[in-house]
């Protein structure tokens, strides 16, 4: 892999190695318009000029050196390759200034600056930082050393110590303390605004600020001048450039109350504000940030109605079929990405049930007839429930597999999380931090999401709807699949046309499972993307003995018996449907087979003898497509394993059972006719 030559193949790679592009606008390293760290595109927007990276995204940051002298620079990059090593990627923009990419593993990337003793800057880029296409001020292309080597991943002790070895290898210091940084006069002249559009847009948020600063200071005793002196400063740049007066500014602290004559630490109000034009005007504030918005957005649509790209907005429908399959991990039964639910009433067995799943999948087996997709992931198990009795149930479901202790290894129970506000956080924390150390998770079961605190009621759509989103997200970050198992309230089959429905809609499968008699389990599988129609599965709950306790009792397990006569009766199903099927045929010829009927093979021999060769010769013909759509593919499977039905070069020989003969009809009693019946002969 290496640097692309286009912007959209840079585009395309970024998008494989799970990163975030964004469309910078042209002479800019702004993004285009707002939203840019929400809204993905499969192509970079027509106006683009260059492309960034956002940050956050699997801890993706970058150490941002703006060094101007190239002594020192030079120094820096060689204490960076010690510490990170020789061939870590390198981004270089307007020498000697370069950039580092890295991944933060343990903990949310911040952007922050430091200084160093000349007074210029290092920066932690905590928004985006542009990776691809012209300078802006310069105009050169950005140019990259070990592009494909891997970028590097640091937890953030490795961070501090990068933080405190570079500068001491490298001859200088770093000042640690810099929370506000200060708008140079270069920055003061891009931001100023340059159209009516532009004024407006940072007279819109200078207003906004105003009704904050009265906000502030309604009924305030204490702690007015610090008030002030915080909000009327970011207002400075929209009095310098006359989006707002000082006469509404004074009006906004007068309509709260507050006179400008009162004193405050020794200066009056009005003294307060005047202090004002002294303030240096701090970078990124929000007014200039409005009005740098408004021109990139403005600035992108010009742009984009410019020809310069393919006439394809990315969104539009292939007919070719060039996608990969779908990140399947148990095939049409768990895709990855999506959150799925096993629901039904209290003891119904579901959890029971996940179980049986997981260990198929770390066993790399079967279930429901479904084959396993990936091999090597590992399950993190959320008990908020039962953090005891799976335990006791998995252990004793692993010890019975030849490689149980290797698969354990792959299993990890967290017994409880149930405060919903940090479900989130915790759990793509922890996914994240399994990732760096080199362990991919495929499977995350949530046991149960009532007792996590995210939903108590399912009937309800506003509260189901607000769990999902929390799940959906947890998902898309974690590119792993949510399993959740939920109860259905005893009696309330509301809750399943309600809370279902909201969840229907926002996941991927929906298993419903349901307690018969005798420990007897159905399982009813919901149709999801890409799958089949939904299907059902039978089992049972076995209790199985797990040991003997510390007084020599006896004690059980509960586990998850299939159904494994499936198979025989599909098979028998097939053979009995074409025992029916072929006393009905007649007389036909080529062209009844090609229009999809089953024809007796005798009145189409001429046509197709020669394909006979050593065969048998079969009783009867048909197309594939009619044998498919007569019998299904289980059926034709089965029939072709139990030698009914073989595939020749285009058309499907049938072999009529010779075990299935007509029975003739025996009756025990007698049937009197009346006399002068019409159907006597």
Request: hydrophobic letters at 40%; glycine letters at 10%; proline letters at 5%.
């Amino acid at each position: 892999m290496t640097v692309p030559a286009t912007m959209q193949e840079f585009w395309e790679q970024a998008l494989a190695r799970g990163l975030f592009p964004l469309a910078i606008a042209r002479g800019s390293k702004a993004p285009i318009g707002d939203g840019w760290n929400v809204w993905q595109s499969p192509i970079a927007h027509p106006g683009a000029g260059s492309i960034g990276l956002r940050c956050g995204d699997a801890g993706l940051s970058a150490f941002d050196v703006d060094v101007s002298d190239p002594a020192l620079a030079a120094s820096l990059l060689d204490a960076f390759r010690a510490a990170l090593g020789q061939h870590a990627p390198v981004r270089w923009g307007r020498r000697p200034r370069f950039l580092i990419p890295f991944y933060l593993t343990d903990t949310p990337v911040v952007g922050r600056t430091f200084t160093f003793a000349n007074g210029e800057k290092l920066q932690l880029i905590g928004g985006q930082f542009v990776a691809f296409g012209p300078h802006a001020v310069t105009g050169e292309p950005y140019v990259w050393e070990n592009f494909d080597n891997p970028w590097p991943r640091l937890s953030s002790a490795d961070l501090q110590k990068i933080l405190d070895y570079v500068p001491r290898h490298a001859g200088t210091s770093l000042r640690f303390a810099a929370d506000h940084e200060i708008a140079d006069a270069t920055e003061l002249t891009e931001a100023k605004p340059r159209n009516q559009d532009e004024w407006q847009a940072g007279r819109d948020a200078a207003v906004k600020y105003l009704g904050l600063l009265k906000q502030e200071l309604m009924g305030k005793t204490e702690g007015r001048g610090s008030t002030i002196f915080s909000l009327v400063g970011v207002l400075k740049f929209a009095e310098l450039n006359g989006m707002c007066s000082r006469d509404e500014i004074e009006f906004a602290i007068t309509s709260a109350g507050q006179h400008l004559d009162e004193g405050v630490g020794g200066r009056t109000l009005g003294e307060e504000i005047a202090r004002q034009e002294l303030l240096p005007v701090l970078r990124g504030n929000l007014i200039m940030q409005a009005v740098m918005s408004r021109r990139t957005l403005v600035q992108g649509l010009l742009d984009a109605q410019t020809p310069t790209l393919a006439p394809r907005t990315g969104f539009e429908l292939r007919m070719e079929d060039d996608t990969g399959e779908l990140p399947w991990i148990l095939y049409q039964r768990i895709l990855a990405g999506e959150v799925h639910f096993f629901t039904g009433h209290s003891g119904a067995g579901k959890s029971t049930v996940v179980s049986d799943m997981v260990v198929q999948c770390l066993s790399g087996q079967q279930w429901l007839e479904a084959d396993c997709e990936r091999a090597d992931g590992h399950v993190l198990w959320i008990a908020s429930e039962d953090d005891y009795g799976t335990e006791r149930r998995m252990r004793h479901l692993l010890r019975q597999q030849p490689n149980g202790s290797q698969l354990a290894s792959r299993f990890h129970l967290i017994p409880g999380l149930s405060d919903p506000l940090a479900f989130e956080h915790q759990c793509c924390s922890q996914v994240n931090m399994m990732h760096a150390m080199g362990m991919r998770v495929d499977l995350i079961v949530l046991d149960t999401w009532g007792a996590s605190g995210l939903c108590f009621s399912d009937n309800d759509t506003e509260s189901v709807l607000k769990a999902m989103f929390i799940l959906k997200q947890v998902a898309k970050r974690t590119a792993a699949a949510v399993v959740v198992t939920d109860h259905l309230p005893m009696g309330n089959e509301d809750a399943w046309f309600k809370g279902n429905g909201a969840k229907a809609g926002n996941s991927g499968f929906m298993y419903r499972v349901t307690a018969g008699k005798q420990d007897t389990v159905s399982i009813d599988c919901g149709k999801a993307r890409g799958a089949p129609k939904a299907r059902s599965f039978t089992g049972r709950i076995v209790s199985e003995n797990y040991g003997r306790d510390s007084k020599g009792r006896t004690t059980t397990v509960n586990t998850f018996k299939r159904d494994e006569q499936k198979a025989v009766v599909t098979a028998q199903t097939a053979e009995m449907r074409l025992a029916a099927v072929l006393p009905g045929v007649v007389a036909g010829n080529m062209d009844a087979v090609r229009s999809g009927l089953v024809v007796r093979f005798a009145d189409v021999a001429d046509a197709v003898g020669m394909l006979v060769g050593r065969l048998e010769p079969p009783t009867h013909i048909c197309s594939p497509a009619a044998a498919e759509k007569i019998f299904g593919n289980d059926g034709v499977r089965h029939l072709t394993a139990s030698g009914h039905a073989r595939t020749v070069r285009g058309y499907v020989f049938l072999y009529a059972p010779k075990q299935v003969a007509a029975q003739p009809l025996v009756m025990n009693w007698e049937i009197k006719l009346p006399e002068g019946s019409p159907w006597q002969s």
